[in-house]
């Protein structure tokens, strides 16, 4: 698997997992509505890693990039 895929799809399951999570928390806080599907939304936006490309001499290299960590994880 090439280092592209696994990045994204590593993000969409880190997006999906905190998102299903997150909505979890909401709905047993609030009623069902339309904020319960647009807090979790936004919190998995958030704190999901997003992938990252570098630009280097031996080409791309691909990574996620996390709001608590200030270096990219490398793949």
Do not use: D, Q
């Amino acid at each position: 698997m090439s280092p592209k895929i696994k990045s994204f799809l590593i993000y969409g399951i880190s997006f999906t997992v905190l998102f299903l999570i997150s909505r979890y928390i909401v709905m047993l806080l609030m009623e069902p509505g339309m904020l319960t599907t647009f807090i979790p939304l936004g919190v998995a936006m958030v704190v999901a890693p997003k992938p990252h490309i570098e630009e280097t001499e031996n080409g791309r290299e691909y990574g996620l990039k996390s709001i608590f960590f200030k270096k990219p994880f490398k793949m």
